[in-house]
């Protein structure tokens, strides 16, 4: 079976600071990654995602991943903190075994929050 | 529509009551998921659709769940006999083809 560890349930950065919130996962097969963030009140949105090709992902907001498979690893990281990226932050794995079936197991949520 | 919609936004149930839950995809996408999200066990699937069919119903928590996809479009997340521990967000997400899928903002369920 499929698992995601986040490590860390709450990440706190001080504004302009390096964020780095990391996500290990489990897969038998070659997985399919994702971060998603959350705002209060609100869905998931799809930060960035791996599936194939190029180990360093870069997605939205000027957030990036790296896929490293021998450490099992999707770490999330930004330069530069915003107060705007204070939310909560799923990391997420997936794979084909189900055929065209992507269901996503998630890990618990990291909950950053940025200071002033 | 522009995204996922779901209704309702908030639904406030007596225990033992029915609720059912909406949810319209994106135009076009023949994958449909439905999510819980729960302060004890987090996110967690429940049902994937493929067009109208269900091949994957693992996550449904026990058979008071149910759920149903019309026209390859919208669905209907059923709960009998509402219970304290179905409390949660029930999330909604779509996909064309592929792993990237689109969520909707999710309906908060209280049962009191």
């Known amino acids: 079976a499929q698992s995601v560890t986040q490590l860390g349930s709450h990440v706190s950065v001080s504004e302009g600071a390096l964020v780095l919130l990391r996500c290990n996962y489990s897969s038998s097969v070659p997985p399919y990654l994702f971060w998603y963030v959350q705002y209060p009140n609100q869905g998931l949105q799809l930060l960035l995602k791996y599936t194939t090709g190029a180990t360093l992902v870069k997605g939205i907001n000027g957030f990036e991943a790296e896929f490293k498979k021998s450490e099992t690893s999707f770490h999330l990281t930004k330069p530069s903190a915003h107060m705007s990226d204070a939310a909560e932050y799923f990391c997420?794995?997936?794979?084909?075994?189900?055929?065209?079936?992507?269901?996503?197991?998630f890990g618990k949520g990291t909950l950053l929050t940025v200071n002033p | 529509g522009a995204g996922v919609s779901q209704s309702p936004s908030n639904k406030v149930t007596e225990k033992g009551k029915d609720v059912e839950l909406r949810c319209d995809p994106i135009?076009?996408?023949?994958?449909l998921y439905w999510y819980r999200q729960s302060l004890g066990q987090g996110l967690e699937f429940l049902i994937y659709?493929?067009?109208?069919?269900?091949?994957?119903k693992s996550g449904l928590p026990s058979d008071r769940f149910s759920a149903e996809r019309t026209g390859g479009s919208v669905s209907t997340l059923t709960i009998q006999r509402t219970q304290q521990e179905d409390s949660a967000v029930y999330l909604c997400a779509s996909s064309l083809t592929g792993p990237e899928a689109f969520f909707g903002q999710g309906t908060r369920l209280t049962v009191v």
């Open positions: 997420a794995v997936s794979d084909l075994r189900g055929g065209s079936n992507y269901k996503l197991t």
């Open positions: 135009s076009g996408h023949t994958a």
């Open positions: 659709f493929q067009g109208n069919s269900a091949p994957d």
